[in-house]
């Protein structure tokens, strides 16, 4: 029971991260890795949108804030093996590979695909939200008092 | 009488054929990308995405350059393309207090735990035209330093540690949602927060306006803005557990206002809230103020017939989309409609000239 709460935890991040990274970078790192696994659908990419909730105040009731676009698709690998993936966006190659990713990393290849494709790519968000963190501390205010009068 | 009217075929063809140049303009200058567009004119696009309801940078940046740069036409072209897009389901509501902030100021507290932010901000800028965007350049490289790893915490948390602000309470109440059910009176908070997410920022803000100069007043401070990323989380059905689907850009408002009390209750700030997709902090800060103002019947003021505070009114109105279809609608051949008021008139006058000649001949 502990191992399939794991198992879910890791494949919630994997998953997680594949639908927020940019296109260009994800299909980069997977063209580089150079195994395209023959699959079939179980359901082909098809955009859709998605309602994104807000909370009033932050933390109260929920409202619907506006839609974002999504692209979704299942396939299955060779040996049965069955991808997932919901990414952001319309991009419906990303969808692909972060299915067929999804797959892999249920299979053998999951060490290489963490070494060659996950790793990496949560690397270069990792490196990105980092930079921006940077330079948002850089525009902090440091607060300093002037003496006032001159009973110093 | 109804009296079909062809033609016009080739004249919209030829219009068409001609906005189309017009668009491109002078053929010498350069062609516009739509990246260039979500990257260079980013607020913008945002504005396009908050008000067209949809958030997705690039369909925002094409419908920018479609338009013209008409945003109001390009949210038209959103608010079209999101009908077409089939409904995956909804999001688990956003955890603001995670937000990886790029900006994060109080006006109220200095000290704030998190500190003052400014973010890439237009204040303090001169509103001075820099003519040196005139010229090509890459700006200088942003200053860096050592970045926030932990969330920055809400500041409305350290007031409610005292209790002197209302508590916004968790509840799990599932939304109405305006795109799918139609508008009905009165409306709950939480429906007038979609109307207003997505509404017109020029009409938010004139209203949020008309609450600081007196009509429904209720002095608002920015308790807290916030803007930047927030992960996107979605139960998926096949899975059996949530994932991240995405991360989007948000500006959070939140507003401390006058207080409330009364005779089993000691007196507490109230507050308003805005939550806009992007960078837009006018329209957030707007939202907040109209939000607060339609709270008042909620919060036991008295209804002073402003229009900030008349729900029906805000909310039938606050939709650019709605406002523009009707509004430019009339444009739109009316001959047949007109036809029948002119015959009227006549008519009118006709039955005025034969009274005064009757009344004549009987004098």
Redesign the interface.
Known sequence: MADETTD?ER??AW??LL??APEADLLDLWRAYGTAPAFDWLRAP?????????????????????????T?C?LSLQDGTVG?A?????SKPKAEAAALIDALMQTGAAAEIQGRILAPLGNLMADR?????????????D?FTMVRGDNA | MYVAVKGGERAIDNAHAWLAEERRGDLSVAEMSIAQIREQLSLAVNRV??EG????P??AALAIKQSRGDLIEAIFLIRAY?TT??????????E??EM?????ISATF??APG???????FDYTHRLLDFKLAAEGEPAT????????DPTP?I?GFLQGEDLIQ?????????????RQPMSYPAD???R??AL??GDEGFVLSLAYSTQRGYAKNHAFVGELRIG?V??E?E?P??G????????Q?T?C?TVNQFAGSKTEPPQFT?G?G???GQTERKAISMALVDRALRWEELGEDFKGAPAQDEEFVLSHCDNIQATGFLEHIKLPHYVDFQSELELVRKMRREAADNAAAQEAAQ
């Open positions: 879910t494949r919630k998953m997680s639908a927020k098809e955009a859709g949108g998605v309602m994104v909730r807000g909370r009033l105040g932050g933390t109260g009731a929920p409202f619907n804030l506006g839609e974002m676009t999504v979704r299942s997932h919901y990414v952001q966006g319309r939200t980092k930079t921006r963190a940077a330079k948002a501390a850089a525009t902090k205010v607060f | 995405m908050a309801s949809l958030y997705d690039d369909l999101r897009l089939p409904r995956f389901g909804a999001t688990v509501p956003v603001t207090g990886r902030c790029d900006r994060r200095k000290e500190g003052q932010v400014l973010g890439p901000t942003a200053p860096q330093s050592e970045g926030r790893t809400h409305t508590t916004e309470p968790r509840d799990e109440t599932e939304p109405r949602d305006i795109t908070r939480a429906t927060a979609q997410a997505r990323l992960d996107v979605m998926i096949e899975l557990f949530s994932i991240d689907i995405g991360e989007v948000l959070e939140e507050r809230y939550l806009v997709f």
